[in-house]
């Protein structure tokens, strides 16, 4: 029962370069989530899909764009990379929006150089 | 903007003590829920409390929530080594399940 898993766990990029970030659940959860994580800070929420087909903007958009490929799939992309996006990065799914403890990925380190 | 503010930032004791940590937030919420992330790991639930309950209760956790005061606290009985952690409050005030964190308390117990 692998959970949430996200690929890679880690990455330096150069400044301008383009990444996606990968996100899967197992658990049939209608709900998943995007957040970084800067030193000393708690998570903050980039985009969310509250369900499969839709995707909305959280508190730190911008500079990033997201994917809900299917159910199981939600992806978050960097297109031109730069140096304020160095954080980690974390995935979440919950079974419904609202109301119900998120299941979190072990997330990816991100340096941007 | 973060919603949460924790206190203290960092916590030091010995096994067997127990820890509180408390939280403040600032609008009114759907429910407040406690995250623990062991270093260079994920966030992993630990109980969640809705605006209508005043306590909870889980093993060795009890959660409380004063809406009145926006707070809550997390008290941990009988601590561990094991526990040592970073511990989040996250507030859940919206429609769509996005949760606001807050900064965290570090927790270190010592044998």
């Known amino acids: 029962n692998a959970g949430v898993t996200q690929t890679p766990k880690f990455q330096v990029l150069k400044t301008g370069q383009s990444m996606t970030l990968q996100c899967a659940q197992d658990?049939?959860?209608?709900?998943m989530y995007w957040y970084r994580q800067d030193p000393g800070m708690g998570l903050r929420l980039i985009y969310y899909?509250?369900?499969?087909?839709?995707?909305d903007k959280g508190e730190v958009p911008n500079g990033y764009n997201v994917s809900r490929l299917n159910k199981r799939e939600f992806s978050l992309r960097l297109e031109s990379a730069a140096p304020s996006q160095t954080s980690v990065y974390f995935c979440?799914?919950?079974?419904?929006?609202?109301?119900?403890?998120?299941?979190f990925g072990d997330g990816t380190r991100l340096s941007i150089l | 903007s973060q919603q949460g503010e924790e206190d203290p930032q960092a916590l030091s004791i010995q096994e067997g003590e127990n820890a509180t940590m408390n939280c403040s937030y600032k609008t009114s919420i759907n429910n407040l829920q406690w995250y623990r992330q062991n270093s260079g790991r994920g966030l992993v639930h630990l109980i969640l409390?809705?605006?209508?309950?005043r306590e909870k209760h889980s093993g060795r956790l009890r959660v409380t929530l004063d809406t009145s005061k926006k707070s809550s606290s997390l008290l941990i009985t009988a601590s561990r080594a094991a526990d040592t952690a970073s511990y989040f409050c996250a507030t859940d005030a919206s429609q769509g399940g996005k949760l606001i964190f807050g900064q965290g308390t570090e927790l270190s117990v010592k044998p």
């Open positions: 658990m049939n959860h209608n709900s």
């Open positions: 899909s509250a369900s499969e087909g839709t995707t």
């Open positions: 979440a799914s919950t079974r419904e929006p609202g109301g119900q403890p998120q299941h």
């Open positions: 409390i809705r605006s209508n309950e």
